[in-house]
T-cell receptor, first 115, second 111 residues
Framework: GAVVSQHPSWVICKSGTSVKIECRSLDFQATTMFWYRQFPKQSLMLMATSNEGSKATYEQGVEKDKFLINHASLTLSTLTVTSAHPEDSSFYIC???????????FGSGTQLSVL | RKEVEQDPGPFNVPEGATVAFNCTYSNSASQSFFWYRQDCRKEPKLLMSVYSSGNEDGRFTAQLNRASQYISLLIRDSKLSDSATYLCVVVLNTGGFKTIFGAGTRLFVKA
C-alpha cells in the first residue's frame, strides 16, 4: 500500500522556537495533503488542507500565520509551528491522497512537546 | 448535528465477547465509508472499507445502510489486541473528496 513518511516522530523544544514537520509520500503523488492535531483522548482535528502548488485552506480557528503549511511538490508538505508555546504541545498527523483516490494514507505522527 | 456521529465510549468487554459499533452520517451525498483503527499516539490505520452488501474480514464485519445513513462494525471473539479507538470515516465527493472523521469510540478488551 501507499506509504507516507512523517518526520520527526517526536520533538521537544523551548517556548518561542519554531518547529518544522515534514510529510512525504514515498510511492505516489499526493495531490492533496491534510494536517491534523490531536490532543490526548480527543479526536483528530483537521487543521488545514493543502493542494500541491496552491495555498493551504485552514479550518476555522486555526491561525495560518502560526501554522505555516507548504506543499511545494507532489511528494512533500511541511507544517511549521512558529513561535511554539506550551499550549501547542500536541500530536500532529499528516495524511495524503492521490489524484482521484478516496482513501487517505497517514503519516506516523509527530509528538510535539513545548517546554 | 455533527456530520458523523459515533457511539460514545468507552466500551469495556471481556475477551471473546462480540462488540458492535454504530455510526450515523448526515449528508446523503456521502459516497464512501471506512472504519479506521487508532492506537494511542499512533496514526489511524485503515481497518476496512464499508459496502452496502456488507463485507467481512476475519472477525470483523462492516455494514452500510444508505437508507438509514448508518454504518456498523461488528467484532467477534474480541482479543486483547483489539483494544483501540475505532473511527468511522465518511467521504463526500463535492467536486473534490472531503473526508470527515467521527470522534471515535474507545474499546477496551480485558482478560
Amino acid at each position: 500500500g501507499a506509504v507516507v513518511s512523517q518526520h520527526p516522530s517526536w520533538v521537544i523544544c523551548k517556548s518561542g522556537t519554531s518547529v518544522k514537520i515534514e510529510c512525504r509520500s514515498l510511492d505516489f503523488q499526493a495531490t492533496t495533503m491534510f494536517w491534523y492535531r490531536q490532543f490526548p483522548k480527543q479526536s483528530l482535528m483537521l487543521m488545514a488542507t493543502s493542494n500541491e502548488g496552491s495555498k493551504a485552506t485552514y479550518e476555522q480557528g486555526v491561525e495560518k500565520d502560526k501554522f505555516l503549511i507548504n506543499h511545494a511538490s507532489l511528494t512533500l508538505s511541511t507544517l511549521t509551528v512558529t513561535s511554539a508555546h506550551p499550549e501547542d504541545s500536541s500530536f500532529y498527523i499528516c495524511s495524503a491522497r492521490g489524484r482521484g483516490v478516496e482513501k487517505l494514507f497517514f503519516g506516523s505522527g509527530t509528538q510535539l512537546s513545548v517546554l | 448535528r455533527k456530520e458523523v456521529e459515533q457511539d460514545p465510549g468507552p466500551f469495556n468487554v471481556p475477551e471473546g465477547a462480540t462488540v458492535a459499533f454504530n455510526c450515523t452520517y448526515s449528508n446523503s451525498a456521502s459516497q464512501s465509508f471506512f472504519w479506521y483503527r487508532q492506537d494511542c499516539r499512533k496514526e489511524p490505520k485503515l481497518l476496512m472499507s464499508v459496502y452496502s452488501s456488507g463485507n467481512e474480514d476475519g472477525r470483523f464485519t462492516a455494514q452500510l445502510n444508505r437508507a438509514s445513513q448508518y454504518i456498523s462494525l461488528l467484532i467477534r471473539d474480541s482479543k486483547l489486541s483489539d483494544s483501540a479507538t475505532y473511527l468511522c470515516v465518511v467521504v463526500l465527493n463535492t467536486g473534490g473528496f472531503k473526508t470527515i472523521f467521527g470522534a471515535g469510540t474507545r474499546l477496551f478488551v480485558k482478560a
